[in-house]
């Protein structure tokens, strides 16, 4: 079984609708992490979650929301859906075990998400 | 600004040769990681190899090694005896004291027989 799941694996979708992508690990890691990509673009960091009670926001957070509804469960929302939101979306943990040297993220399969 | 660079979109070898797929990045920090990771066509992120910034040695891990030059802020990845299964984007990133990472925008690579 995969270490970190993501549902749903695609959607698409209507302007102006909320949906929800969930992301669920068990890796035990305390730190969650979203990050959308586009092509050609790289990943950019939505949102990360250090615990259940550590919300932050990345680099491109305006247009959505998070709920950490326990350490193995991290969601991502899109209240109000728009077009240039179609992109694909992922969820990733970590484990803080090396300290300032950077720690492995481990990603989970994508979220495939088309904006209509 | 944490700017990761991979100069190269795409990248082309034959099989069993070896390939370098570049990275450069900036920062201030005195520590840092650096990832690469590999996304298949199916999608998703495999992660390939780690370096410490304070690590004396460059990292291998099997068919890859990591070519770290901290002076010139370089992180190649290496991929040796290339397999057609390693066609594929690879992306460099490097990690911040606050465990997020920041990633360059990839290097397609194709392996041809």
């Known amino acids: 079984d995969a270490d970190v799941t993501q549902t749903p694996r695609n959607r698409i979708t209507k302007t102006g609708k909320r949906i929800m992508l969930e992301c669920s690990q068990t890796?035990?890691?305390?730190?969650m992490y979203w990050y959308r990509q586009d092509p050609g673009l790289g990943l950019r960091l939505i949102y990360y979650?250090?615990?259940?009670?550590?919300?932050n926001k990345g680099e491109i957070s305006d247009g959505y929301s998070v709920s950490r509804q326990a350490q193995a469960k991290f969601s991502l929302s899109l209240e109000s859906a728009i077009p240039n939101q179609t992109a694909l979306y992922f969820c990733?943990?970590?484990?803080?075990?090396?300290?300032?040297?950077?720690?492995?993220?481990?990603f989970g399969p994508g979220t495939r998400l088309l904006v209509l | 600004a944490q700017k990761i660079t991979q100069t190269q979109p795409g990248m082309f070898v034959q099989e069993k040769e070896a390939v370098t797929l570049d990275c450069t990045y900036d920062?201030?920090?005195?520590?840092?990681?650096l990832f690469w990771y590999k996304q298949p066509s199916s999608g998703e992120m495999i992660f390939l190899i780690y370096?410490?910034?304070?690590?004396?040695q460059n990292a291998t891990e099997g068919r890859y090694s990591l070519n770290f030059q901290k002076a010139r802020k370089s992180a190649n990845l290496v991929i040796s005896a290339s397999q057609l299964g390693d066609s594929a984007m690879y992306f460099c990133?490097?990690?911040?004291?606050?465990?997020?990472?920041?990633f360059g925008r990839g290097t397609q690579l194709t392996v041809w027989p």
């Open positions: 990733a943990t970590s484990d803080k075990n090396r300290g300032t040297q950077g720690e492995t993220q481990y």
């Open positions: 920062t201030s920090d005195p520590s840092y990681g």
């Open positions: 370096q410490g910034s304070y690590d004396q």
């Open positions: 990133a490097r990690g911040s004291t606050l465990g997020r990472l920041y």
């Open positions: 890796k035990g890691h305390d730190r």
């Open positions: 979650s250090f615990d259940v009670k550590d919300i």
